[in-house]
């Protein structure tokens, strides 16, 4: 195993991370507890979460500030004083999406997110460093250079909570639902009540919404929980687990913290039994998790 692999194997399963993790929890739960403001945060609006989008402003001014400071060019350094200054403005609200985003994780998710976390406090502590002494005429470069390494660290771990670990990523990225009509229930059995079926290696949620039967996908795309164990509120349902709010016709979210949309199939009535399909673009989504549907395989390598 590489060291780097060694190191965030190492992080993902030290268990000294936990009490702190618990009581920044404590703390965030607290100063995050309006619904509306964790929904605002989640990115919802902008159809993926908006942590990884906030922080491009901080990171490019911050770095761009060192990649001045590098050139030694004396005329350039109030312009890298000004990208510092924009930078730690900005760094505050994706800071703050973040921590939104981090508790809504467990376990190595969790701990990973926690030393992610305090790689760019410290990132952002040593570039405020670097203002001031700036501004007290010094050069800030070696803060600056400290803050630079510290979000490079921190930066390191927000790819591996997103490319390894899957945090924010659609947990339904990878399923593949059925391409052709396949029967799921006999019609009789749907009600108005919150109905799981399982279908290959996918998990579909049943209902009726004005008598019309209606499907989506049942696991979350925000941690995956099962929605079929939720609550139903008008033509919506409510995940069990982040209380995320879903359209039951077009899957939208229309309460966060989910950002994307669940899958939708389609439904056919066909002899009293219930059919679904879903026709599928993607790429990811052809290469199946689970049983694999000859189709999704056809024409590839
Ligand atoms: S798993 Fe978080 S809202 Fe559904």
Redesign the pocket.
């Known amino acids: 195993m590489r060291a780097s692999e060694q190191i965030l194997d190492r992080l993902e399963r030290e268990p000294a991370l936990d009490p702190v993790a618990e009581r920044v929890s404590a703390f965030w739960s607290t100063v995050l507890r309006s619904p509306r403001l964790r929904d605002l945060l989640s990115g919802r609006r902008i159809g993926h979460p908006l942590h990884p989008a906030a922080v491009l402003v901080p990171a490019g001014t911050l770095l761009g500030a060192t990649a001045l400071d590098l050139t030694r060019d004396p005329d350039l350094r109030p312009a890298a004083r000004r990208l510092i200054g924009i930078g730690l403005l900005s760094a505050a609200p994706a800071a703050v999406a973040g921590w939104s985003d981090w508790l ?1 994780t467990e376990d190595a998710e969790r701990r990973v997110g926690l030393v992610h976390a305090a790689s760019n406090v410290v990132g952002i502590a040593s570039y405020a460093t670097s203002w001031w002494q700036r501004r007290r005429g010094g050069t800030g470069l070696a803060a600056g250079l400290t803050g630079a390494a510290a979000l490079g660290l921190g930066g390191w771990l927000g790819g591996h909570l997103a490319y390894a670990l899957g945090v924010g990523v659609d947990t339904t990225a990878f399923q593949h639902g059925p391409a052709e009509w396949t029967d799921v229930l006999a019609a009789s059995e749907v009600t108005t009540a919150l109905h799981q079926v399982d279908v290959g290696a996918v998990s579909v949620l049943l209902t009726r919404v004005d008598g019309r039967v209606v499907a989506i996908d049942n696991r ?1 795309t ?4 099962p929605l079929a164990d939720g609550e139903r509120d008008g033509d919506c349902v409510v ?1 069990p ?4 709010r879903f359209d039951l016709i077009s899957g939208a979210p229309l309460q966060g ?2 950002s994307r949309p669940q899958p939708v199939y389609e439904v056919r009535e066909v002899d009293g039994r219930v059919e679904i399909r879903r026709t599928e673009v993607r790429a990811l989504r052809t290469n199946p998790v689970g049983p694999q549907p000859a189709r999704a395989l056809a024409g590839r390598h």
Do not use: K, L, N, Y
């Open positions: 809504d979350c925000h941690r995956g929980g995940c687990w982040h209380a995320s913290p989910a």
